[in-house]
């Protein structure tokens, strides 16, 4: 059982930066996939990245790439989204999600893929 808790979401002006977090409990943490989802009003759950179990393996969406980065501490049992220049189009809430499964080097893995999901944190971008 992986239990995960997002952290770090909050307003902040187009061009900015917002680092969010995303901690995890359980022993077998190290050896899930994590990825970062999120869900603007109306809209469907989107992926925004993940990363593989040893986080030698990253897959961005072409939305955030290059502005967006995931990583992760096997050791803190966390997992983090910086992300920058924020765009009032990222405004959503950001979910945290674990995946018993290794990840893909040349596409995301699904949402069906995950297993276990956090609460999710709001992030708003103003113009």
């Known amino acids: 059982q992986v239990q995960v808790v997002e952290s770090g979401g909050g307003l902040v002006q187009a061009g900015g930066s917002l680092r969010l977090s995303c901690a995890a409990s359980?022993?077998?943490?190290?050896?899930?996939?994590m990825g970062w989802f999120r869900q603007a009003p109306g809209k469907e759950r989107e992926f925004v990245a993940d990363?593989?179990?040893?986080?030698?393996?990253?897959y961005y969406s072409d939305s955030v790439k290059g502005r967006f980065t995931i990583s992760r501490d096997g050791a803190k049992n966390t997992v983090w989204l910086q992300m920058n220049s924020l765009k009032p189009e990222d405004t959503a809430v950001y979910y945290c999600?674990?995946?018993?499964?290794?990840?893909?080097?040349?596409?995301?893995?699904?949402?069906?893929?995950?297993?276990?999901w956090g609460q999710g944190t709001q992030v708003t971008v103003s113009s």
């Open positions: 999600a674990a995946a018993d499964v290794e990840t893909y080097s040349d596409h995301p893995l699904t949402i069906d893929d995950y297993d276990y």
């Open positions: 359980g022993r077998t943490f190290s050896s899930y996939a």
């Open positions: 990363i593989s179990w040893s986080g030698g393996s990253t």
